[in-house]
């Protein structure tokens, strides 16, 4: 039984998403959560308000300080990550990339060794797909719009690879839809503002990509004349001609080639992989810090602040990006037994924490730390059955 309590889920998440938007949001939003959080100083657990509260739901704030897991726990995990996505969606009634849109695209992944993805979950997913269809199409080109709407349909494809492998019509309506977002250079608009999951127009581009990766034969399928097929197009020579902002872009850009290999995306896989196995800290995880300068995440003082932490700060490994890196390198289907993996893989194993995630420090706000709930999304996709979709030889560091 789920150690988080929740209820069933209500309607009309789409509309109450948009009037967030285009309301008083983002002025609170500011003023409670960013500002309270530009001091070098980590917050304490009482210092902070619960990371996700709804109704039943409660999960305690994140801190650097919560006591390590006795052992590694499959059902923790997916209790908090379940718990999380349920109250996010409740209450703020929208995707964020953060929360339930890298639940929406990790936890089909899971079925194979954790069972199928809740219902709600998909119920969730068309409820947003109905909402944003229903907007203006100059609607879905404003703020992080478009970068919504790569979550939406990477997490309906996510849905019918790992669930039905074969394609949806809803899926398929999400797909059409993101493109209506597409910008004219073949990226998606988002605005510099929460990295790293919410940090660029190429991140965005990204996980757009990852979308169509993941959707079942749905590119090879367009028919000849398909307006989508120019902007399909659009999207790959973004991605083959606009030079990687830095090595985290780049892991990402790893994990959509492994599943569309023929897009050549990636020149070749060792010369992308080399660069992971340098970046591994001594203790056999990664850090986030670590693959960016702090002016490449974004604008305003998010660098300055970055520059104030401490070298231990910088350098500490984190789930977030340890998660991600021992993830994807198994999609590309390097062997649980390559050394380095191996090693990346026992960090993880050795680092939950008594809730079922993973620590790691925000490169935003030292408030909520959401980016706990992505590094525990990896983490456990990292350590679980997880699909290889194509063989490829990777040499030992």
Same mark, same amino acid.
């Given at each position: 039984?789920?150690?988080?309590?929740?209820?069933?889920?209500?309607?009309?998440?789409?509309?109450?998403?948009?009037?967030?938007?285009?309301?008083?949001?983002?002025?609170?939003?500011?003023?409670?959560?960013?500002?309270?959080?530009?001091?070098?100083?980590?917050?304490?657990?009482?210092?902070?308000?619960?990371?996700?509260?709804?109704e039943?739901?409660?999960?305690?704030?994140?801190?650097?300080?919560?006591?390590?897991?006795?052992? =590694?726990? !499959?059902?923790?995990?997916?209790?908090?990550? #379940?718990?999380?996505a349920?109250? +996010?969606?409740?209450?703020?009634?929208?995707?964020?990339?953060? /929360?339930?849109?890298?639940?929406?695209?990790?936890r089909?992944?899971?079925?194979?060794?954790?069972?199928?993805?809740?219902?709600?979950?998909?119920?969730?997913?068309?409820?947003?797909?109905?909402?944003y269809e229903?907007k $203006?199409?100059?609607?879905?080109?404003?703020?992080?719009?478009?970068? $919504?709407?790569? =979550?939406l349909?990477?997490?309906l494809?996510?849905?019918?690879?790992?669930?039905?492998q /074969?394609?949806?019509?809803?899926?398929?309506?999400? @797909?059409?839809?993101m493109?209506?977002?597409?910008?004219?250079?073949g990226?998606?608009?988002?605005?510099?503002?929460?990295?790293? *999951?919410?940090?660029s127009? =190429?991140? !965005?581009?990204t996980?757009?990509? @990852?979308?169509?990766?993941?959707?079942?034969?749905? !590119?090879?399928?367009?028919m000849?004349?398909d307006?989508?097929?120019?902007?399909l197009?659009?999207?790959?020579?973004?991605?083959?001609?606009?030079?990687?902002?830095?090595?985290?872009?780049?892991?990402?850009?790893?994990?959509?080639d492994?599943?569309?290999?023929?897009? %050549?995306l990636? #020149? /070749?896989?060792?010369?992308?992989? $080399?660069?992971?196995?340098?970046?591994?800290?001594?203790?056999?995880?990664?850090?986030?810090?670590?693959?960016?300068?702090?002016?490449?995440?974004?604008?305003?003082?998010?660098a300055?602040?970055l520059?104030?932490?401490?070298?231990?700060?910088?350098?500490?490994?984190?789930?977030?990006?340890?998660?991600?890196?021992?993830?994807?390198?198994?999609?590309?289907?390097?062997?649980?037994?390559?050394?380095s993996?191996?090693?990346?893989?026992? +960090?993880?194993e050795?680092? $939950?924490?008594?809730? %079922?995630? +993973?620590w790691?420090?925000? *490169?935003?706000t030292?408030?909520?730390?959401?980016?706990?709930? !992505?590094?525990?999304?990896?983490?456990?996709?990292a350590?679980?059955? /997880?699909?290889?979709?194509?063989?490829?030889?990777?040499?030992?560091?």
């Amino acid at each position: 039984m789920n150690r988080y309590a929740s209820k069933p889920l209500r309607n009309s998440y789409g509309a109450g998403c948009l009037e967030l938007r285009a309301g008083v949001f983002w002025l609170v939003f500011l003023l409670t959560t960013y500002l309270p959080g530009v001091s070098n100083g980590l917050l304490h657990a009482g210092e902070l308000p619960p990371q996700y509260a709804f109704e039943e739901i409660l999960i305690d704030a994140a801190t650097a300080e919560e006591p390590f897991a006795t052992q =590694y726990s !499959s059902e923790a995990a997916l209790d908090y990550l #379940e718990a999380g996505a349920r109250a +996010w969606s409740q209450d703020k009634q929208c995707i964020s990339c953060h /929360t339930n849109g890298s639940y929406a695209l990790v936890r089909p992944m899971l079925s194979a060794s954790l069972g199928s993805s809740p219902e709600w979950l998909r119920a969730f997913l068309m409820e947003e797909l109905e909402a944003y269809e229903a907007k $203006q199409p100059e609607g879905l080109r404003k703020d992080i719009v478009p970068t $919504q709407l790569a =979550y939406l349909a990477a997490g309906l494809a996510s849905w019918d690879r790992f669930h039905h492998q /074969t394609i949806s019509a809803e899926t398929d309506r999400a @797909l059409r839809l993101m493109f209506k977002a597409q910008s004219e250079d073949g990226s998606f608009l988002n605005e510099d503002c929460w990295p790293p *999951l919410e940090s660029s127009h =190429y991140q !965005s581009a990204t996980v757009a990509a @990852l979308a169509v990766a993941l959707a079942p034969a749905w !590119s090879k399928d367009l028919m000849p004349g398909d307006p989508v097929t120019a902007k399909l197009d659009r999207l790959i020579q973004f991605l083959k001609n606009t030079p990687a902002p830095h090595d985290y872009a780049r892991v990402w850009l790893l994990w959509v080639d492994a599943w569309m290999p023929e897009w %050549g995306l990636v #020149e /070749t896989n060792q010369d992308w992989v $080399q660069p992971l196995w340098d970046l591994q800290n001594s203790d056999g995880g990664w850090s986030m810090r670590s693959f960016a300068d702090p002016e490449k995440w974004g604008d305003g003082s998010r660098a300055d602040r970055l520059r104030s932490e401490t070298t231990r700060q910088r350098q500490a490994s984190d789930g977030h990006m340890t998660g991600l890196v021992c993830m994807v390198l198994k999609h590309c289907a390097v062997s649980d037994n390559h050394p380095s993996l191996r090693r990346g893989l026992s +960090w993880l194993e050795t680092h $939950q924490r008594e809730s %079922g995630r +993973w620590w790691a420090r925000s *490169l935003n706000t030292d408030r909520y730390h959401f980016i706990t709930y !992505s590094a525990t999304a990896f983490g456990l996709a990292a350590l679980s059955e /997880t699909p290889r979709n194509k063989r490829v030889q990777f040499s030992e560091p």
